[in-house]
């Protein structure tokens, strides 16, 4: 029976969805003064038809084959993304690890010619002993610093990161942070006062680096013997090669596999994937509560220094986007731009593998996007949705054609 009445009340077009009134801005409210919740698929249906998108928000499912391949395909795309980020990752950290690996070879190479160069005399003994103490010494200095950066809430006090480098900021834009690491996320909490007695990244590599630069100028400072010194300074040398050379074989494996990953995406060269959607399993909502809108974006990358959300269509190529999906999109641009308080000049519709279309971020599309998220608010109050169209191409691709009580097919 509940289903019964459920198709009933999705018939009655009529009947209003939510109760509620239009505030000043001309958004509409509920009675609690929230404005009514319009996602960037309401967006999408709506103006693919209004019907469609009552009946959708009244129960009615969509149905046919194209839905559940679209639902596939966007795991898949999904799934690549992921695999891709995966693998830049692993890249970054052997990348790392050779960087190490060949400061260290770089170190054992210099103090090989050193003592060698002090054994045939042509550099005096007192320098090699002025080295060791030079490097305790600043080992000393690093250590210190890193114990003051730790023991003080120099973050907070410069706005880490500072200068143009600064990252957008979070704050209260609906990013739910229990949910996913968010893709704006800082480094370190600048908001927390309590920074007293914590450390990053910068005070690890100060402390790591302060013990080997301390280990290395004892080592100079009390070696006797400079000829065994020397010679298993030479060894080393050489067996350090080889596992750096290893190293740089990890590197350039690691490197041509995030390559292939980043071709299977369609990511340009320098594009940077900041976000990725996951059907809302772990991705963060993004979510505009003064004016209602909210959604996931397929991706967000970030170009140019700008954060670009890129929406992922299945199926048949068009000559030029649906209007249905730019209105989607434009609610994504409001998210992104409002979530990062930055201003994407554009996003990008993709359809299918290669085929690309950028939607500008202009005051045209803004007056659009609000115009359309504001019938819809309306339409939730008063209810009343007509069909946009007299298409009966439009109406047979319909996933809720069965159930329309205006449908022309």
Not at 88 to 110: G, M, Q
Not at 235 to 241: E, G, I, R
Not at 277 to 303: F, H, M, N, T, Y
């Amino acid at each position: 029976m509940g289903g019964k009445k459920s198709v009933e009340a999705a018939l009655n077009l009529s009947d209003p969805i939510s109760e509620g009134k239009q505030r000043k801005d001309g958004y509409w409210a509920n009675l609690k003064g929230f404005a009514l919740p319009v996602s960037a698929s309401d967006l999408e249906r709506h103006t693919y038809c209004p019907v469609s998108w009552q009946l959708s928000k009244a129960g009615v499912g969509g149905e046919g084959e194209a839905i559940k391949k679209g639902m596939l395909a966007h795991d898949q795309i999904h799934n690549k993304m992921q695999d891709y980020k995966r693998s830049e990752e692993h890249a970054s950290r052997e990348l790392l690890i050779w960087s190490w690996w060949i400061t260290v070879l770089c170190a054992l190479s210099a103090d090989s010619a050193a003592f060698f160069f002090v054994g045939e005399g042509a550099i005096p003994e007192e320098f090699i002993q002025n080295m060791g103490r030079y490097l305790i010494m600043l080992a000393a200095v690093w250590l210190v610093l890193a114990i003051i950066l730790i023991s003080l809430p120099w973050r907070r006090w410069l706005g880490w990161p500072f200068g143009l480098a600064q990252p957008p900021i979070i704050g209260s834009s609906g990013l739910r942070s229990e949910e996913m690491v968010s893709p704006f996320e800082l480094e370190y909490n600048t908001e927390n006062d309590s920074d007293f007695g914590k450390g990053g990244v910068t005070e690890a590599r100060l402390l790591l680096a302060s013990i080997a630069v301390a280990l290395h100028g004892l080592a100079i400072y009390w070696a006797q013997n400079r000829t065994i010194l020397t010679f298993a300074l030479i060894v080393a040398t050489l067996a350090w090669l080889l596992f750096t050379a290893w190293q740089l074989h990890k590197v350039l494996t690691s490197e041509r596999e995030a390559g292939d990953a980043r071709k299977d995406t369609g990511l340009a060269k320098n594009d940077i994937l900041a976000y990725s959607d996951d059907e809302g399993k772990s991705a963060a909502l993004l979510v505009d509560e003064k004016i209602g809108v909210r959604g996931r974006p397929d991706q967000i990358v970030k170009i140019d220094n700008q954060y670009i959300p890129v929406e992922q269509k299945t199926g048949k190529i068009p000559n030029e986007p649906h209007d249905s999906h730019r209105m989607q999109l434009l609610a994504y641009l409001h998210l992104v731009s409002n979530t990062t308080e930055t201003m994407p000049e554009y996003g990008i519709l993709r359809y299918g593998g290669e085929a690309l279309f950028t939607v500008p971020w202009n005051d045209s599309a803004k007056a659009d996007l609000t115009n359309s998220i504001q019938e819809i608010q309306r339409l939730m109050v008063e209810g009343g949705a007509q069909r946009n169209h007299e298409r009966i191409g439009k109406c047979r691709n319909c996933s809720r054609r069965k159930m329309c009580p205006q449908s022309l097919v």
